[in-house]
């Protein structure tokens, strides 16, 4: 039982270079979501989904871009890294009962350092 | 603006006590409650929620109590485990046209249990 994979686990970029992060879940969840979590500040969401083709922004969507052609993926980019966007990176993924996101289950995380 | 907060960064309780841990929130539209619980080099784990029409929601070993007119959650642990030396932190989500679909997480708070 699978549940959410990330990957990279870890990963140093250069200033300006672009990737992106995969996420996959094997559970039929349907809400998908990416924090980012920096010492002081939690866990701050980025952009998240509530079905395939459906994506919406979160408290700090700038310098990311997601698609949602799937269910089961559900990549990050980073067009153009910088130094501010070290951080380490977590997936989740829900049950969307109507009205409801209930818990979340997270992925184990990619550490980004961008230099 | 952080709308929930964590005010103790750590804490540190005797094996076979109780641990209390706190969280605050200042958005009134908060109307659903979860702990998550975080070891190092993982993603955090859904610990146990309450819903605002309830103030109190017992899971074993764990009880969250929420009390809305001072805009204040706890989570007791009893007895406290070396097991439960992890990261808590506290999130809450308001209702929207959807759902609840966003999180907002506090900042967390390092609970070290001495055995």
């Known amino acids: 039982n699978a549940g959410v994979t990330q990957t990279p686990k870890f990963q140093v970029l250069k200033t300006g270079q672009s990737m992106t992060l995969q996420c996959a879940q094997d559970m039929n969840h349907e809400y998908m979501s990416w924090y980012r979590q920096d010492p002081g500040m939690g866990l701050r969401l980025i952009h998240y989904s509530v079905g395939a083709g459906i994506t919406d922004q979160g408290e700090v969507p700038n310098g990311y871009n997601v698609s949602r052609s799937t269910t089961e993926d559900f990549p990050l980019r980073l067009l153009s890294a910088a130094p501010s966007q070290t951080s380490v990176y977590f997936c989740a993924s829900s049950y969307a009962t109507p009205g409801l996101i209930e818990k979340l289950f997270f992925g184990s995380g990619t550490q980004l350092s961008v230099l | 603006d952080q709308q929930v907060k964590q005010n103790s960064p750590s804490l540190s309780v005797q094996e076979g006590r109780i641990s209390i841990l706190n969280c605050d929130y200042t958005?009134?539209?908060?109307?659903?409650f979860l702990w998550y619980k975080k070891y190092p080099a993982e993603g955090p784990t859904f610990l146990i929620s309450?819903?605002?029409?309830?103030d109190k929601n017992e899971d074993g070993r764990f009880t969250v109590f929420l009390n809305k007119s001072a805009k204040h959650l706890s989570l007791h642990i009893v007895p406290s485990q070396p097991g439960d030396s992890a990261v808590y932190f506290c999130?809450?989500?308001?209702?929207?046209?959807?759902?609840?679909?966003?999180?907002?997480f506090g900042t967390g708070t390092r609970l070290t249990i001495i055995p």
């Open positions: 309450i819903s605002s029409i309830k």
């Open positions: 958005n009134s539209m908060f109307d659903y």
């Open positions: 999130a809450a989500s308001a209702k929207t046209n959807f759902g609840n679909e966003k999180l907002t």
